[in-house]
Structure formats: C-alpha cells, structure tokens
Nanobody, 111 residues
Framework: QVQLVESGGGLVQPGGSLRLSCLAS????????LGWYRQPPGKQRELVAA???????NYADSVKGRFAISRDNAKNTGYLQMNSLKPEDTAVYYC?????WGQGTQVTVSS
C-alpha cells in the first residue's frame, strides 16, 4: 500500500511562490495518475491539478497560468509549482494517488 507525504507548504505573501512536493512510498508511483487537491477554510475539497501516467495535465480554471503540476517517476515524487499566489489560494493542499491521500500541507497567502 502506498503512503504519500506532502511538504513545502507555508506562509507566503500575495504574489509569491511555493513548490509543494508529494513523496510516495513503494514502487507503484509511475503507474497511477497523480492529483493535487485543496480544501480552503470552511469549504469542500476541490481539484487543483492532475497529471496522468502519460503526462496529460488538467488544471482548475482558478489556477491556470499560475500553477504547474509535474512528476518525477524516478524519484517517486510529484510537484505543484505555485506562482502568483493569491489570498484565495489559502488552503490545505493534498496529493492523491491510487485512491490514497496524503496528510496535507497548509498554504497560507497573506500580507
């Protein structure tokens, strides 16, 4: 069974950048699609971005042009590069793979 650990969250000013990482245990990382979701305070969890095993990518409209998802199968790691951050990006960010979720990492965008 895979385990996922997110890292890279923190406090950043509006307009700043962060890169989240999602490290997967085991050897199945390369055969599953990877997704990043977020849950803003008081709201439901929502899809941010996803990347298939073939490299096809989709983004939520709210992050297009600002966020970039990628994966490094050799390192069993997925990434979410977040640029031009806005206060409304504040949320707990989760990665998911093979019906498994990480514990989440907090991203706070505030001046």
């Amino acid at each position: 069974q895979v385990q996922l650990v997110e890292s890279g969250g923190g406090l950043v000013q509006p307009g700043g950048s962060l890169r989240l990482s999602c490290l997967a245990s085991g050897s199945i990382f390369s055969i599953y699609a990877l997704g990043w979701y977020r849950q803003p305070p008081g709201k439901q969890r929502e899809l941010v971005a996803a990347i298939t095993t073939a490299g096809s990518i989709n983004y939520a409209d709210s992050v297009k042009g600002r966020f970039a998802i990628s994966r490094d199968n050799a390192k069993n790691t997925g990434y979410l590069q977040m640029n031009s951050l806005k206060p409304e990006d504040t949320a707990v960010y989760y990665c998911t793979l093979a019906n498994t979720w990480g514990q989440g990492t907090q991203v706070t965008v505030s001046s």
